[in-house]
């Protein structure tokens, strides 16, 4: 064998056995502690031995919150005997269990502080219930019921953005609803709709609908689905559990989704207070906006807009009218104040169209314009309807409109790149469904320690530059004279320090 080339003579030392490169989950920590979100869970799913739900949802979210993407990961941590220490002292408080309740869950004693990889994937194949594991039927798009384990999940997030809503005082919400591919190789996944319309061919996966608010920076809902399922499927369904769990202080909401949103029970939903259940009545008018189709009779109205009605969208290129199209759903003319109104855009014609989007042909020496229509019930500033969504110009509605693309859409690419989302951990329905709602879990703590403890300049920052900031400070753990101490390098303490601070003046001002 030959030996070594590098300058340095490479050997081991075992003080760095204490040493931690991931020092500052101890601030995600804190936040569990004060929140106290994993306590008494609704449903339980780990069962009455071995390791409790807090125990594996805690392991799953550490996992995104450092940079793993595998169930096999967790022996990683579990090598980290500092963060080990970290976590096992922090326990109790996070998940509200006495030590001699945690220690009885291990008959023949508890060696470990996160759970092997083996006992994580038999706690995720818990979630495949009858309904998950129902067959599937070619050319039949099927959304099973969630399981009812899911809500263990589904509780910790619904804490969350009680608190943060508390913290921010917010009493008005935007809905952004929105579906995402989620490419996987898994055998049994189905072939997405990308794949039918080849601009994807052989593509298999799935496609969670998702409901996202731009306000706290938290998805409140998602339902997972299989590949081959529209996106217009149960939407309705989905925004009535967002607003179900939504905490009493929200007075008032407001939708935008794009052309999957078209849908008349969907609009008759947020227009008409009376067609809701009783419980969702409270908030009134939903103000909403999405993309609407391009039919025939959309086509002519386009033609038959005057020029002088068109005016600049500023900041764009785009040019924007309101439009005198009447619904086919029983909308009056816009000049007498509907509660369903046209708005178009135009911009000259270059590159292939988008989705949503239609090509006008040149006439008469007039460039050829791509345009799309958004149907919305946000009145005119002139003469707003009473109990509608607030009034809007026509181009400040095409901003809000846009406004979706934004950090609506990003966070998909979140949950897919830079948290585990994107990697399934199973073949089955049940598994992987539980592991998105996971990678969702975990966007939402990292969104509501960006608001409490890292400021506003990090609302929307890539969690690649919140790693490198906030998470993989080196640091030990050390006990003398009775006293906990976590030593980091100096260069970081203060750093850590004014994160904490601000926490515990945020967190102060809610009740808990």
Known sequence: MTKSSCRFAITGDPDLNQTSAHGGVVLWLELLRR????HELPVSVAGRQGW????????????????????????????????????????????????????????????RTFPSANSVHDWLLRFQDEAAGQPRKKGEAVVPKPAAELQAVAAVTRRLAHRLVQVLGLDELTLDMDATVLASGKRDALYTYRSATGKAPGERGYQPLTVFCPELGMV?????????????????????????????????????????GFQQK?????????????????????????????DDGMRKSLSRTPAQWWGPVPGSELECADLDHVSTWGARPAQAGQLLRHVATRCALSGELGLGEDESPATDGAPAYRHRVYLTNHPYPIAPHEGAGPAMETADLVRYAHERCGHGEEVHAVLKQDLAGGLMPSGKFGPNAAWWQLAVLSANLNAVLRHCAFGRDWLW????????????????????A???????????????????????????????
Request: some cysteine.
């Open 220 to 260: 409140l809902g998602s339902e997972f689905r299989d590949g081959n399922v529209p996106a217009k499927v149960r939407n309705l369904e989905l925004l009535e559990q967002g607003l179900a769990e939504l905490p009493p202080e929200i007075k008032r909401v407001g939708l935008r989704a794009d052309g999957a």
């Open 461 to 480: 920052v890539r969690m690649k530059q919140v790693r490198r900031h906030w998470v993989h400070l080196v640091a030990r753990v050390t006990r003398h």
């Open 35 to 38: 929140t106290g979100v994993l």
């Open 266 to 294: 969907l609009i008759r939903f947020c227009n008409e207070p009376a067609s809701r259940p009783e419980a969702l009545r409270r908030f009134g008018v939903i103000g909403f906006v999405c993309s609407a189709d391009l």
């Open 52 to 111: 409790t739900d807090g125990q594996m949802i805690l392991a799953v979210a550490l996992l995104n919150v450092v940079g793993y993407e595998h169930v096999s990961d967790v022996d990683a941590l579990e090598e980290d005997a500092s963060l080990c220490r970290l976590v096992r002292d922090y326990e109790e408080e996070m998940l509200g269990l006495p030590a001699d309740m945690l220690a009885r869950r291990f008959r023949g004693g508890r060696g």
């Open 482 to 512: 009775r006293v906990q101490r976590l030593l980091f390098q100096p260069s970081r303490v203060s750093r850590v320090h004014r994160a904490l601070g601000r926490m515990t003046r945020t967190l102060a001002h809610a009740p808990p």
